[in-house]
């Protein structure tokens, strides 16, 4: 490692300010801060300073995201193999599945880290950490069968109209990862619905193939529920098999690559809580939340299935889990007040369920849920605030 600090060190003064090469500093500076913790820090202002940086927090973020990553990869090889009737052994599957995923997470840094780099250059300013955890969580909550050409295209218009216009990292207001799939839903609805097929059911490098047998199904179990007519209606698997909370709490059935199973997420929620890095009174009341609502909607919701969907089946089947750990804490597009995080988490996890149950057209709800939080977060601290002022000014008045 000290060589290749050596190295850097030696290239460093031909990108510094009269250098041959100072035009690409941006560029330069990027991946060094990427290996090395900078040497210089801010020295006043509102800054708080402390041993964790941003690199540091983003980096244990994805570290977070890497069980869902790993049993999504998996699931993908083990869901294609279901459909089509082959009997493999796991490392096939998985190596199915890591084939399957990797070009989406190759076209997610590869387009968003581009603009963030000519972005960056054009202003000649710092290259953000921000785009480590964004271009992580894109590819884990898009459909495996999407096109990469409609990955990049989302991912480049969330980048430049959800984060740069703003100003960069730190500055946006919606979650660019959500928006990303905000952009796949309402532009090519037909992938995102839930309604159509959420296996990958063709062949990954020669792998697999995509003949599926007759018992295939095709449709989440969200958008099963959603397109169901009847209060009693039961979602089931790739094979046609019953679906319960155990299975949506393991996660081997059809969905987004990282949002199928709850043990996995609830690996990463463990490390973040212990780190400090995400709120626990935001996760916590995402769920109370969703589950208040859902029980709200078994009691005294109109006859469908999806409003007779067990409580409990919501929290683990679609992106609930997935939203409320990794989506609804992230620190830039949340609230930031310690009771806003409460009430922030709360509407989001009680919209969801509104969204699933009265909305058929939106079997997911926790995408659409979080975006509109987002817009709300900062009018949630401002009251916060406001209150906690009132407060202490009748306090000193008394």
């Known amino acids: 490692m000290s060589a290749l600090k050596n190295t850097i060190d030696k290239l460093k003064p031909h990108f510094e300010k009269g250098g041959k090469l100072e035009k690409f500093h941006s560029v330069f500076d990027g991946f060094e801060s990427f290996l090395y913790v900078p040497n210089t820090t801010s020295k006043s202002g509102t800054h708080i300073h402390d041993a964790v940086d941003s690199k540091r927090t983003m980096i244990l973020v994805v570290v977070a995201l890497i069980p869902a990553l790993l049993f999504g990869m998996f699931n993908v090889g083990y869901q294609h193999y279901l459909a089509i009737g082959q009997s493999v052994g796991f490392w096939s599957e998985f190596l199915f599945g890591f084939l399957a995923v990797l070009p989406f997470i190759l076209v997610s840094y590869g387009v968003g880290l581009g603009i963030e780099f000519t972005v960056a250059q054009i202003k000649g300013h710092e290259i953000q950490e921000g785009f480590l955890v964004t271009g992580f969580l894109i590819p884990l909550i898009v459909p495996i069968d999407t096109p990469l050409w409609m990955v990049a295209v989302a991912t480049a218009f969330a980048v430049i109209f959800a984060k740069e216009v703003f100003g960069g990292t730190g500055m946006n207001i919606f979650n660019v990862a959500l928006v990303t799939r905000a952009f796949l839903f309402f532009a090519y609805p037909t992938y995102m619905s839930g309604d159509s097929v959420w296996v990958r059911t ?194 000193i008045k008394n």
């Open 202 to 395: 063709g062949s990954t490098f020669g792998l697999g193939n995509g003949k599926l047998v007759d018992a295939f199904t095709g449709a989440t179990p969200l958008g099963q529920l959603a397109t169901s007519t009847t209060q009693t209606a039961h979602i089931t698997g790739t094979m046609g098999n019953p679906l319960g909370f155990m299975d949506g709490f393991i996660g081997l059935i059809p969905g987004s690559v990282g949002e199928t199973s709850a043990i996995a997420i609830l690996i990463g929620a463990t490390l973040l809580l212990i780190t400090g890095v995400a709120s626990w009174k935001t996760m916590f009341s995402v769920f109370a939340g969703g589950a208040i609502m859902a029980l709200v909607f078994n009691n005294f919701g109109p006859d469908t299935a999806v409003a007779h969907f067990p409580w409990y089946n919501h929290l683990v089947f679609g992106g609930f889990a997935f939203g409320a750990v990794f989506m609804a804490t992230d620190p830039v597009t949340s609230a930031r007040t310690e009771t806003g995080k409460y009430i922030y988490g709360f509407l989001i996890g009680f919209m969801a369920i509104i969204i699933r149950v009265l909305n058929p057209g939106y079997p997911e709800g926790m995408m659409l849920a979080i975006l509109l939080m987002n817009i709300f977060a900062p009018l949630i601290d401002y009251y916060v605030v406001d209150a906690n002022i009132k407060r202490r000014l009748k306090r």
